[in-house]
């Protein structure tokens, strides 16, 4: 009894397994072209160990390798996820990877070239550091065929819809290698020189601080034909039906502003900290004085200058007790930190700044969120960063976004993870 017991947690251990892990890699047997076949064959471990490696990657949000592009991310988990293979490009032995990438970019807050450059950063680029290391020895492959799909939001007639791009990097070996090598956008830039990028099937250019150039001398997209030997995915234009509500959200891509001393990066520095708190103490020092009663700043922590993704940013400390709240996961109480607390205190907060500040990035609303002690339940504290770039609240302030908008192109980290906050599926418990 006892071995047939070990013999069926053994078995439900390798099932859970192989639900959680499905196959990645497209088998030689599925593959027509004969010579495409036997490759598959004799670099399949090298390809299963590129997955595998992939699969315990954590991408900012959900990401699947998948041989159908396009799909709501219900149907992608049901769906064949076998789409690592060698193909044909131009003529060209290429690795083919294609997937699909559960990021919601706003097309009000991100342009065409920085939700390429996000997609490129947050999955293309580990995608490649992974990949040309394990196929270092395939000499066989000319190029690295990468397809990803990722989905985007824009208004139609006052409706907020959600559609999908398709972004095609289509890199030489030698150029990959550089690109898996390089430790800064500058180096991975030079290496992406001789590779072809698509968005929509559009060229552009993906520099990695630059808007997308479209192809020269064509006003309307221009489609690069697709060789036979390639999936129809490859190269096509928009899918036309709407997506889940329940996408990510991806911030966009905050550029710090320019220091005088060097025209191309903001100065973070112990001594460049320094300067800027003594620039704003007094002003600081008075916005703790005169707002503690509703910002309940925390008194060991006093309003502070930090480095924050290459940008400076002001950090208040503040606490943030929930009344009539029984609980509830850690959404649910950054969303009703933010609408109840945080949002209350972003036009006090910048009234004590300068309007055309151009010394800092923006505010790190930091927050312990607690729960009051006569209705805590089942929940706990959580300890909540809403970190907003300093042109999106000017924006607010002013009553030219939402609570919603500002948060969607922000940064919110919960416990020290980023996270995407709905706040009215967060308030209502889903």
């Known amino acids: 009894m006892r071995v047939i017991k070990i013999c069926r947690v053994a078995c439900f251990s390798l099932l859970a397994l192989s639900v959680t892990a499905p196959a990645q890699v497209l088998s030689p047997q599925e593959i027509r072209d004969p010579e495409m076949q036997a490759l598959q064959q004799k670099y399949l471990p090298e390809l299963k160990a590129f ?109 907020s819809s959600e559609g999908v791009e398709n972004v095609v990097l289509i890199v030489p070996k030698v150029s990959a290698e550089r690109v898996a090598q390089a430790t800064s956008a500058a180096t991975q830039e030079v290496a992406l020189g001789d590779a072809e990028a698509f968005l929509n099937a559009v060229p552009i250019s993906l520099w990695l601080h630059q808007e997308p150039v479209m192809a020269k001398g064509n006003e309307m997209p221009v489609v690069k034909a697709v060789s036979p030997g390639l999936a129809p995915g490859l190269l096509k234009g928009v899918s036309s039906f709407p997506y889940s509500a329940k996408a990510a959200v991806v911030p966009p891509v905050v550029e710090p502003a320019k220091s005088t001393s060097d025209p191309g990066i903001r100065d973070t520095s112990p001594d460049a900290l320094k300067d800027i708190q003594k620039l704003y103490q007094t002003s600081l020092d008075r916005m703790v004085q005169e707002i503690n009663p509703q910002a309940h700043f925390v008194r060991y922590a006093p309003p502070a200058f930090i480095p924050f993704h290459k940008g400076i940013y002001l950090q208040l400390s503040t606490t943030t007790t929930l009344a009539g709240v029984g609980g509830g996961s850690q959404y649910k109480l950054a969303a009703l930190a933010f609408d109840q607390h945080i949002a209350h205190l972003i036009r006090p907060a910048l009234s004590y700044l300068k309007e055309d500040s151009g010394d800092f990035d923006g505010i790190d609303f930091s927050t312990s969120v607690r729960l009051d002690a006569d209705t805590a339940g089942e929940g706990g504290s959580v300890a909540v960063e809403f970190i907003f770039p300093l042109k999106l609240l000017r924006a607010y302030e002013q009553f030219d976004c939402t609570g919603q908008q500002l948060i969607d192109g922000s940064f919110v980290l919960i416990n020290g993870e980023r996270v995407s906050l709905n706040l009215q599926a967060a308030e209502a418990g889903s």
């Open 51 to 159: 997955t595998q490696a992939m699969s315990s990657h954590r991408f900012p949000y959900h990401f699947y390798f998948s041989r159908t592009l396009d799909l709501a991310e219900k149907e992608q988990q049901s769906s064949d996820q076998r789409s690592v293979q060698f193909d044909r490009f131009e003529g060209k032995v290429v690795l083919k990877i294609t997937g699909n990438y559960f990021a919601s970019y706003s097309t009000n807050l991100m342009s065409p070239g920085d939700r390429a450059r996000q997609t490129f950063q947050d999955v293309m680029l580990p995608l490649l550091q992974a990949a040309v290391p394990a196929l270092a020895n395939a000499d066989e492959i000319e190029s690295f065929a990468l397809e990803i799909s990722h989905h985007v939001r824009k208004p139609i007639l006052g409706v």
